[in-house]
């Protein structure tokens, strides 16, 4: 098959994607299933050879996928389910006072959105958003876009929230590296968001919080857990993840000698161990020490799987569209075409990402795609374990751009801050475009230089 009808086929691929998704509203594992077998027919590939590339992506993606984001949907309930979420913000807004209450609010949903999914983590601290505003007669805007920004940029950023771990295991980037990019990009990011930002919005759009709304009052502030705990324990995975990068990085260079010690550190380092250790330290120091019982902290990791496995099946779907992609070669040849021309990778994969984001509104299906596209012409840019990471993080930017009237986020934010649909769009997709290109400058800038 000539370049021209594979990028033909990549095309129709892309499109056939988005029909199914948005005009016939298959679910997006099934639309991505759909997709990989098409790809793979047209591009030639025997029929069992289809069959056996969609199994092969499924479970390669699965094995990792599945139990990193397991594992942070339980560590993530625990932190919601004990207040964790709420002592964290309640300090820090007590620690900045209320002038500068807008930068607490943006540390809050940026630590708060490690563990915690995106809306769940909102919900949950949307009072505190409110209360203040009744407070200072400010909008809502002021403390509410820094909180939707410190939430918006951990939830793309920095793992272990679901999309930047499936983005780096289809793509093949270490987790280290993506945690420590994550932060270096995504506190300058959340800050312009933020703040910045918010203040200047507040001044254009007010929105006052509802005159009678209901207080998360089934922990009193003095119930709370401490400050100091949760940090720690939020903490946790992330330390052992860069331990283990960086020791693996030293033992490379040959600055430290291979033997027990490093081996022991990446052993606790990896994924699986240090979310395990995370996920237990959370079920002890914040569920049974605090009087939780076994019953109900076995409901509650219940509970975490549901949300998870959506996601989790989408990403194999993902996966399993990158295995086709590979397979058919099709990869190669993109691969062969752009290595020679002045694209760089870090704003392809933003742009690929952007641009399904914007067509069908899903954060999560947007990453997926373009990471699957990404993933079998990654190879030809001879990218180092830091540039990979970055684009990661371009993926990530991208799929936040824009997010209008078909990203259920959009309705959300506009539902509890009491906003129609233009002052929405004003305010919640201006801050979401904010991320996305500040998102991208910072990572461009950046891999200028590892």
């Known amino acids: 098959m000539s370049p021209i009808m594979m990028f033909l086929v990549v095309v129709v691929a892309v499109a056939l994607l988005l029909l199914l998704v948005l005009k016939l509203k298959i679910n997006a594992f099934i639309a991505l299933l759909i997709t990989a077998m098409f790809v793979g027919v047209a591009t030639g590939m025997p029929l069992n050879g289809v069959i056996q590339s969609i199994q092969k992506g499924m479970g390669g993606t699965l094995g990792f996928v599945a139990t990193v984001v397991g594992l942070g949907a339980i560590f993530g309930q625990m932190l919601e389910s004990s207040g964790g979420a709420e002592a964290l913000a309640h300090y820090l807004v007590k620690k900045f006072g209320q002038k500068r209450a807008p930068y607490a609010m943006v540390l809050s949903g940026f630590f708060i959105g490690i563990p915690v999914f995106f809306d769940v983590g909102f919900i949950i601290l949307i ?8 407070d200072t007669k400010m ?9 939707l920004a410190g939430l918006a940029v ?3 950023f920095i793992p272990p929230t679901p999309g930047p771990v499936a983005v780096a295991e289809i793509i093949e980037a270490q987790l280290g590296y993506v945690i420590f990019f994550g932060f270096l990009l995504g506190i300058p990011v959340a800050l312009l968001a933020g703040p910045v930002f918010g203040r200047y919005i507040s001044r254009k759009i007010m929105v006052s919080p509802p005159e009678v709304f209901e207080e998360n009052d089934s922990l009193t502030q003095n119930q709370l857990p401490n400050f100091g705990q949760v940090i720690l324990i939020i903490l946790i995975p992330l330390v052992l993840i860069l331990m283990a990068t960086v020791t693996g990085v030293l033992v490379r260079k040959e600055v430290v000698a291979e033997g027990l010690l490093p081996e022991i550190i990446g052993f606790i380092g990896h994924p699986f161990s240090a979310l395990i250790i995370a996920t237990l330290t959370a079920i002890w120091f914040l569920g049974i020490r605090r009087g939780f019982q076994r019953r109900e902290i076995l409901d509650l990791s219940t509970k975490a799987l549901g949300p998870a496995g959506v996601i ?10 990158k295995e086709v992609l590979v397979d058919s070669g099709i990869g190669e040849m993109i691969a062969t075409t752009l290595a020679g021309s002045s694209w760089s990778p870090v704003l392809l994969a933003w742009t690929l990402a ?42 990530s930017s991208g799929a936040t751009i824009l997010s209008h009237v078909n990203d259920s986020g959009f309705w959300l934010v506009g539902k509890y801050f009491g906003m129609d649909e233009k002052q ?12 996305a290109v500040s998102g991208l400058i910072l990572t461009l800038i950046v891999s200028f230089f590892v």
Do not use: D, K
């Open 424 to 435: 929405t769009l004003q305010s919640w997709t201006v801050m979401e475009t904010i991320i």
């Open 312 to 321: 989790i099946l989408v990403t194999g779907a993902g996966g399993a569209l």
């Open 139 to 147: 909008s809502l805007l002021y403390y509410g876009i820094p909180l």
């Open 154 to 156: 951990t939830h793309s």
């Open 354 to 395: 952007a641009l399904v984001r914007i067509t069908q509104g899903s954060a999560t299906v947007a990453m997926i795609t373009a990471a699957g596209i990404m993933a079998p012409i990654i190879g030809a840019f001879e990218l180092s374990e830091a540039h990979r990471a970055l684009v990661v993080l371009a993926i």
């Open 127 to 134: 009072p505190i958003v409110y209360a203040l505003a009744r």
